[in-house]
């Protein structure tokens, strides 16, 4: 083998391995394990869904576990705070983060046609008065109030079961375990937010036009998460239109990363956000790992 071709084969074979690390798949879990540069105790890292049918929604004995053993829990928001609520509300009534002058209304975003259609839909299918909503309402908020239709039920929240169960044990503890927010709602609506209101309004139409399509990957999105397959998760949200899985995945990955290491370098944390955040090149399990963190699946019995 000349120089020539052993040079090759050596760069070959370095493709190939980094090529293998990157493009493992991570293994099927919701609660993963965080744990060395000098953390005292692990941490936890637990993927939830926000909005899923009751019938779905069951919390496995290996999370109760992990959830017991932290001393403070960090949703994406501090559900615990009444300020939160407050301060969504606010938002969302001064335009969900953005200057109306910087958003084009709906009605001028979309043709006359275009908006009868959307607002028949609302009105029909939802029963829901689009006039009212989008006076305040961003289209891709607009778009969310159609998952309850999608779904085929009342939807209940993941994260809002983990909140009863800290609840409920903390009446037992002596120090109540503290619950706090990754990100404040100001922050999180500037990423929901965005200029490009007619991109926004745009697949709002979609959607409208074709429901059955976002009904499907709604339930989708829920047999993966209860089949707690984040691959296909990651699937789905590499579907996000435009530069939407940027603004609600990514960016805020990177930006949650530095809160996480300081919370878990000061206690046994209990970290629960959208499992579409876990999995990914720049998912939090990798830009964990990434920070020099031991990142391992916990799987139940």
């Known amino acids: ?22 493009a493992q798949p991570l293994e099927n879990s919701l609660l993963w394990r965080i744990s060395g540069k000098s953390l005292k105790t692990p941490s936890y890292l637990y993927g939830t869904m926000h909005l899923l049918c009751p019938n779905d ?41 953005s200057r109306t002058e910087e958003r084009a209304s709906l009605k001028e975003a979309l043709t006359k046609d275009e908006y ?20 305040f309402a961003s289209p ?37 375990v503290e619950i706090v927010g990754l990100e404040t709602v100001e922050k999180q609506l500037s990423f929901l937010s965005t200029t490009k209101g007619s991109e926004d309004a745009a697949e709002l139409l979609k959607t409208v036009k074709d429901f059955s399509e976002m009904r499907r990957k709604i ?20 579907e996000l239109p435009g530069d939407m899985n940027a603004r609600l995945i990514t960016q805020r990955n990177h930006a949650w ?13 209990f970290i629960a956000v959208g499992a579409g955040h876990l999995p990914g090149n720049e998912g939090v399990i990798k830009l964990l790992r990434k920070a020099g963190y031991v990142v391992e699946a916990v799987r139940g019995n």
Request: hydrophobic share 45%; glycine share 4%.
């Open 116 to 135: 009868a259609l959307v607002e028949g839909f609302f009105r029909d299918s939802l029963d829901i008065d689009l006039e009212r909503y989008a006076q």
């Open 257 to 269: 990363i530095r809160t996480i290491e300081r919370l878990m370098k000061r206690n046994a944390m």
């Open 219 to 238: 339930k989708q999105l829920a047999r993966y998460y209860n089949d707690e397959n984040l691959e296909g998760l990651q699937m789905l949200m590499t």
């Open 1 to 22: 083998m000349n120089m020539n071709m052993r040079l090759l084969y050596f760069l070959t074979v370095i493709v190939l391995c980094k090529t293998s690390l990157y």
């Open 140 to 176: 891709s908020m607009l778009a969310m109030l159609a998952i309850p239709k999608a779904l085929g039920c009342q939807p209940a929240s993941v994260e809002q079961r983990l909140m009863e169960l800290v609840k409920t044990a903390n009446k037992n503890r002596k120090r109540a």
């Open 57 to 97: 929604l069951s919390i496995k004995p290996h999370v109760e576990q992990a959830l017991s053993a932290a001393q403070q829990v960090a949703f994406e928001l501090d559900m615990d705070d009444p300020k939160v609520l407050g301060a969504a509300m606010a938002a969302m009534l001064t335009g969900d983060g």
